[in-house]
């Protein structure tokens, strides 16, 4: 919360209330997640539905909320200070991703003669930049975003052809791609959920493939803003492309010599974002983006519900600072806002080059042996490094002063002692990836650290001024030497005064020079009294720290003195123009410099995870085959960082020839969603290039990890959640293969008993003997403890071990071998202190319907059932044959339906509730 202090009211009287209501009222319908702000010179103000809004974020209270106008017209308002407007600003748009609009007025504030200036949302504030942390708002872990895409038909497939560009404009990056998908759009939601955009452009539309879309930016927790459809036209877009990109010294400037521009249909969505982004209004812009191809295949998949499962980032807007929260917050010890970025990026990117993967470890490793080096990198070089991405895209916006680029030589300068501290591992992994490049790109920037060395005044930087230094420039000498001569002179002014005055100079009088006097003189309340009938001095003000006076010969000095400061100040500007001009030269260096020292960061990061973890993290062995997959002694990253917490591991061992799939049972709390979290945290950490919370760890390159872990809903979606759970569980059958780790816990628990069950079983059994990926199925359905006996060699029985010890439950949190022997549900109720008496009505209910479906399996030989048993055989039978001669959905359902019909003409009441069932 704020502790700025708001300004209570509008200096607007009533008639002037009553004309902006009527103004405000005029203005276009917006909608809510939508905030328009009202730039009154000194402060801000935010009005109707708005002003709530901003009250809760800002102050978290709505005390400060006025009303303005008269009835019927009343209407709320909030006004804010500069730093509350800047505070609401990163909230709306970093934090809840709503859109902002500014309004300014080139008349009287009072007046309603206001223009729509700027424009902000999540994936494009380039019009805010100043506002948002160093130019580009980047505090959080993702940097901002922006995504489009336009869906087309495929020529060839007839399917769902899907054209998708990104624009990350902190990194001067454009990349595109194109793919067919299937109607849930799960290649979308994986690209998605790498890339992370903060905003999402489609075209206005109500066709089912967008409103699928919207489903999955929902999930993805991705603003989507809808555009006219002529938005995605590609008039034009090489000419911009041309200016826009970077060529090589030896390509023809013409954008088309990129293969990118071949794809069409992205090449749309790629022309609305930079239409949108206004990229062509800001010629910083030109020549220094790159446009690459989306290589999702490159990185294992995740998608938004193993993304929420695994607990891989904070929820959005979460201010906790616990390292057990997620697995970014547990991976953070980055010194840098770029390492901290990147860091998020390798998260949503775990690897799949085991190449590259062995590159990461072996930095890691060197880094966890070698402690010295890891701390003096950590706590000395690495916490000493500015946000260089950030400085150098204000040097290219011409936006950077003195001090950014004195920041950036303070960088440069460490790189030496950075090399020499890196130089004490001789790894040849640490000299390729990082010490040779550091120091090609120090050779890079010598010279940029010389012309700071020659053009600083490093004397006035000691004391916190960032000036030019004087001899740099022939003005600037003459000028400042006009300024010392007038500093000596009033100097000399102050020796008179204080002789005339019988007091000592720089002790009980003073010369001063501020913005509101200029030269002038103090001495104490008690020298006052000798100031009393001497008309040469005039008294300016008097004060607990003393009396000001000046004399007219200061007067004529402050003149002097003022046109000459002045004068300095304007010829200082255009130097200060002329050196970021050159350093902005050097930017395509710094973005390099950055890559490399958040890489660093990051894996410094990785080390001291693996370093200071409460047991000892091990390098995992990333394997081409797909035969097995161990973790012995798996622990969970985060939940054994907790306080009071002692972790107890257990081993994850899939065999594809003896255990493909756990069927995991057991008392609820009892560990198994833990179990589960763990093994999926494990391999995003390996993949990630990271050392493991395991004693040993032998882990397939694998190619996605799919999660249907949870039980909630998505209300203000309309969605239950069994219809989430069926979603996922869709997502995960589309998208899972061999090379695939599963996970899902508690399958089928919104529907009926028989229904959700049937529903696990089907699932399970598809998972196992068709896609034949390595899962981990969590259930409380213990007839699927059935399924190791019928897929021998795939499946396996395991659970979690409690004990119930003088009619009290003992969680042991220990995995093992087998089914569970008995469900503890009503122990755990007991737990949650149920009432002893609605216990003992659940204990007498259970036995009875266990009796009950004793007697109902019982009968399962009698000869109706035998007979009734043959009736749904011979009906599933010919069901099949309709569905595979059928031509379209409607014809097969409209047999099925005929063939139920005629089996309800025998007026069999049992086979009724079989075919019901």
Request: overall charge negative.
């Amino acid at each position: 919360m704020s502790t700025l202090k708001p300004i209570q009211a509008l200096s607007l009287d009533s008639v002037q209330q009553q004309s902006f209501i009527k103004f405000y009222k005029s203005l276009p319908e917006k909608p809510p997640t939508t905030v328009r702000i009202f730039d009154r010179n000194d402060y801000f103000s935010v009005h109707d539905v708005d002003a709530t809004t901003a009250a809760k974020e800002v102050f978290s209270s709505l005390a400060n909320i006025k009303k303005m106008g008269v009835e019927p017209s009343r209407m709320d308002y909030l006004v804010l200070s500069k730093g509350n407007f800047e505070i609401l600003v990163k909230k709306l748009l970093l934090v809840r991703r709503y859109r902002v609009e500014i309004y300014v007025t080139e008349g009287s504030v009072k007046g309603n003669d206001w223009e729509l200036k700027y424009k902000a949302s999540p994936g494009c504030f380039s019009q805010l930049e100043d506002v948002l942390s160093d130019g580009m708002g980047v505090s959080e872990e993702n940097a901002p975003c922006l995504m489009a895409v336009n869906i087309k038909t495929d020529p060839v497939s007839k399917g769902r052809l899907l054209g998708v560009a990104f624009i990350t404009a902190c990194e001067y990056q454009m990349s595109v791609t194109e793919f067919t998908d299937d109607d849930l759009l799960t290649q979308l939601e994986t690209v998605t959920v790498q890339m992370a955009p903060s905003e999402c452009l489609v075209p206005a539309s109500d066709t089912d493939e967008y409103k699928a879309l919207k489903k999955v930016m929902e999930r993805a927790k991705v603003t989507v803003t809808k555009l006219k459809k002529t938005e995605f036209s590609t008039e034009g877009l090489i000419q911009d492309l041309t200016r826009l990109l970077k060529f090589k010294d030896d390509q023809k400037q013409d954008a088309n010599v990129f293969t990118e521009t071949t794809k069409e249909v992205a090449m749309t969505s790629l022309a609305a974002a930079v239409k949108y982004m206004s990229l062509m209004s800001d010629s910083s812009n030109f020549g220094r983006y790159r446009i690459s191809t989306t290589q999702v295949d490159y990185f294992l998949h995740l998608d938004s519900a193993a993304l929420g499962a695994l607990n891989v980032f904070p929820e959005l807007g979460d201010a906790s600072h616990s390292r057990a929260n997620s697995l970014y917050s547990m991976l953070d010890h980055c010194r840098t806002q770029h390492g901290k970025r990147l860091l998020a990026q390798w998260l949503r990117q775990p690897l799949r080059d085991i190449n590259l993967i062995n590159e990461r470890l072996d930095i890691v490793q060197v880094l966890v042996e070698n402690s010295a080096l890891r701390l003096q990198l950590h706590d000395d070089h690495l916490r000493r490094i500015p946000d260089l991405q950030a400085l150098a895209r204000r040097l290219t916006r011409k936006k950077a002063n003195l001090q950014d680029c004195y920041k950036i030589y303070q960088a440069i300068t460490r790189i030496p002692q950075l090399l020499n501290c890196l130089s004490t591992s001789e790894h040849a992994c640490v000299h390729s990836s990082l010490t040779q490049p550091l120091a090609e790109l120090r050779g890079d920037l010598h010279k940029y650290q010389l012309m700071m060395q020659s053009t600083l005044d490093m004397d006035a930087v000691e004391r916190g001024d960032y000036l030019v230094k004087p001899s740099f420039d022939e003005q600037l000498q003459s000028l400042a030497t006009q300024l010392e001569r007038v500093q000596n002179s009033a100097d000399k002014e102050l020796s008179k005064a204080a002789r005339d005055l019988g007091l000592e100079a720089e002790k009980t009088i003073k010369l001063e020079n501020n913005s509101q006097y200029g030269f002038c003189f103090r001495v104490t309340l008690k020298e006052e009294q000798g100031l009393r009938g001497k008309k040469k001095y005039t008294i300016l003000d008097a004060v607990k720290s003393g009396v000001r006076f000046k004399t007219s010969t200061l007067d004529e000095l402050n003149d002097d003195y003022n046109q000459a400061k002045t004068t300095y100040e304007t010829e200082q500007a255009k130097v200060v123009t002329e050196i970021v001009s050159i350093a902005a030269g050097y930017s395509e260096c710094l973005f390099c410099l950055s890559h490399m020292l958040s890489r660093l960061d990051v894996l410094v990061a990785f080390s001291i995870a693996s370093a200071t973890a409460p047991a000892a993290y091990t390098r995992p062995v990333l394997t081409e085959s797909l035969d097995e997959l161990v973790l012995k002694d798996a622990r969970h990253p985060c939940l054994e960082l907790m306080e009071g917490v002692s972790f107890i591991p257990n081993d994850v061992v899939f065999k594809r020839d003896q255990s493909l799939m756990h069927i995991v049972t057991g008392a609820n709390m009892g560990g198994k969603s833990t179990w589960m979290r763990s093994a999926g945290s494990i391999v995003v950490l390996a993949h990630a290039g990271c050392f493991v919370p395991c004693s040993k760890a032998i882990i397939p390159r694998l190619r996605s990890v799919c999660a249907r872990v949870g039980a909630h809903d998505m209300e203000q979606a309309g969605q239950s959640t069994f219809m989430l759970e069926m979603q996922e569980s869709t997502h995960i059958l589309k998208t899972a293969t061999p090379d695939s780790l599963v996970l899902v816990d508690e399958l089928g628990r919104g529907t009926s008993t028989y229904e959700g069950c049937g529903i696990a079983w089907a699932i399970a059994e598809e998972l196992a003997t068709k896609t034949k990926c390595f899962t981990l199925f969590a259930t409380h359905y213990h007839e699927l403890t059935r399924l190791p006996s019928l897929h021998p060699g795939v499946i396996v029985n395991s659970h979690a071990e409690a004990s119930v010890v003088d009619d009290q439950l003992v969680l042991l949190h220990r995995i093992a071998s087998g089914a569970a022997t008995q469900s503890l549900g009503l122990h755990v109720a007991r737990l949650a202190d149920l009432p002893d008496s609605i216990i003992e009505y659940a204990e007498a209910k259970q036995a009875q319907l266990e009796t009950n479906l004793f007697d109902i399996e019982n009968s399962g030989n009698s000869n109706e059932n035998s007979e009734g048993q043959q009736i749904i055989v011979e009906f599933l039978r010919k069901c099949k044959e309709i569905e595979q001669s059928a031509a379209s959905d409607e014809i097969m359902l409209k047999k099925i339906n005929d063939l139920k019909n005629d089996l309800f003409q025998h007026n069999n009441q049992y086979v009724k509730s079989l075919i019901v069932a």
